[in-house]
C-alpha cells in the first residue's frame, strides 16, 4: 500500500482535506519526522465515521495525531493514513459542572474555559501541551492530578464508524495508560466532571505553575515534553543530571542544559539522534541504578 493506492481508494471520499507524502515533521512540536503517506485533516464528525469506515473495510493502517506533543516520528515516517485531530477538531461547552471538548481541543486551552468558567478540577491540564483525546488516550497528568481523576466518558468511533460512549471505569486508566493504547480507536470528545471553584485561587496557582516551567524547562526550543517516565520513588530529571548526561548531544539533538527529562532539536535534529539520546540514557541510567528508565513519549513510524 503506497500513497497511490490510497488517493485511489479515498478518491471522491468527503474526509477532509487530504494530503500525500505530507512531512510529519510539520506537524510535531519536536519539528522531527518522516512523510506520512496519507495526511487528513477533517472538520466533522461524520468525516472521521467515513474515515473509520473505509479505513477498516480495506484493511488500512493508520495513526491519530493531536497537536505531535509526546511523539517521535522515526525518519522514514508513517505509512498508510494518519489522521490529525486538532485546532481542526476543537468546540468546546460548558453546561453546569460539566466541560465537553471535541478531541483536538488544546488541554490547556480546555482547562483554560474550566478556570474562566469558575469550575475546578483540570488545573492540572495547563502544564501539558496536548490535546484532549491524547490526554485521554495516555491518562495525561501533571502537578498531581490525572485525567481519570476528572473525565467522566468519553465517545469514540469504532472500526465500523460507530460512535460508542466509553465511561470512566470502561477506559481501565493506570499511570500514562488507557485501553486505548491496546486497543486503539478514535476519540470524538470528552466530558469532564468538575467543582465550583474559585477563578481567581486557580489562576493564582496555575501562574506560579507557569512561572516554574518557564525557569526549569526548556519551552524556547522544539521538544515533546518530558520525554521518559518518571520511576517510583524519584524523578528521571533527576537521574539523567546525576549521571552528568545533561547537555549531552547527538547529531541535531540534546539533552537539555536545563531540564535533563527534555531532549531538544537544536540544529534540524532527525529521529535518529533522539533515539540515540534515548538509548544511552537507558544505557547509563541502568549501568548507574539498576533503574529502566521507560519513555513517556510516543515512539512511531519507520526507520
Sequence with gaps: M??????????GLDVGTVTFNEPLSRHTTWKIGGPADMFVV???????QLLAKTIGEHHLPWYVIGRGSNLLVRDGGIRGVVIKLADNFADVSVTGNRLTAQAG???VSAA???IRSGLQGLEFATGI???VGGAVMMNAGAHGGETKDVLLCADIIEEDGSIRTLHNRDLKFAYRYSILKDRPRIVVRATFQLQPGNTEEMLQKVRAWTRRRQTTQPLQLPNCGSVFRNPEGTHAGLLIEQAGLKGTRIGGAQISELHGNFIVNLDKAKAADVL?????VQTTIRERTGITLIPEVRIVGED
Excluded: C, M
Design 129 to 131: 501541551p496536548g490535546t
Design 112 to 114: 483554560n474555559t474550566a
Design 2 to 11: 503506497n500513497a497511490k493506492d490510497l488517493q485511489t481508494i479515498f478518491h
Design 42 to 48: 477533517p472538520t466533522k464528525v461524520e468525516q472521521l
Design 276 to 280: 540515540a539520546l534515548i538509548e544511552l
Design 105 to 107: 481541543r488544546s488541554y
